[in-house]
């Protein structure tokens, strides 16, 4: 069974301070002025559960049809911390070229994320490259992986400066410890930043 782990799309979710909000305006409605009901949407390319291409902090770089498919599916590796101490990442297995961060459960569902989430310290990132040379995406239940002291995206640079895709606003509240397959694929918008996506885990018997 697929496990949905995206956030809704709707006018109240959360969004990053400063980015566009979500939008859908009906243009054609079915019975009243057309054959076809028919949205036009508003968002950006950091709506609800994304996606980060290199592009987004280093202009110039690799967008996300630059980027291979096989990141953003395959097997994946859920670690559920309580606090970013290093410590936790010794279960983390070495071969695990997908890892979901379980640090907020529910958080990105719920409009004040920004007042009480876990970002990723740095050293945690440093750690998590270190250890699995071989990720190719790194994702995380809030709704940016960055903490929200820093100014510097210091943990944003270290992923995309190595072309690893960042995940961003997922709901893992349901979801244990333990090796999924992860479907998380973002549109084929053609040389842009970012992307939403829907993504989704399968339970795997037993270890990659
Ligand atoms: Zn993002």
Not at 125 to 131: F, R
Not at 143 to 161: D, G, P, Y
Request: charged share 25%; proline share 8%.
């Amino acid at each position: 069974m697929w496990l949905d782990i995206s956030i809704d799309f709707q006018p109240a979710m959360p969004i990053y301070p400063g980015d566009p909000v979500f939008k859908a305006t009906a243009v054609k409605i079915g019975d009243l002025n057309s054959r076809v009901t028919l949205h036009q949407l508003e968002l950006g390319t950091h709506t609800g559960t994304h996606v980060d291409a290199p592009e987004h902090v280093f202009p110039g770089t690799k967008t996300i049809t630059d980027l291979p498919i096989e990141a953003f599916i395959g097997p994946c590796f859920v670690l559920d911390v309580k606090t970013f101490s290093l410590n936790e990442l010794k279960r983390l297995p070495p071969k695990a070229e997908r890892v979901l961060i379980k640090a907020n459960n529910n958080l990105p569902e719920n409009s004040s994320w920004l007042e009480s989430y876990q970002g990723m310290p740095p050293e945690f990132a440093a750690q998590i490259i270190k250890q699995n040379p071989l990720v190719l995406l790194v994702g995380i239940d809030a709704m940016s992986i960055e903490e929200k002291s820093r100014s510097v995206l210091e943990t944003h640079q270290l992923f995309l400066a190595r072309d690893i895709v960042i995940l961003e606003g997922l709901n893992l509240s349901k979801i244990v410890e333990g090796w999924y397959d992860l479907s998380a694929l973002p549109l084929k918008l053609k040389n842009l930043d970012g992307s939403p996506v829907r993504a989704m885990l399968k339970k795997r018997d037993g270890e990659v």
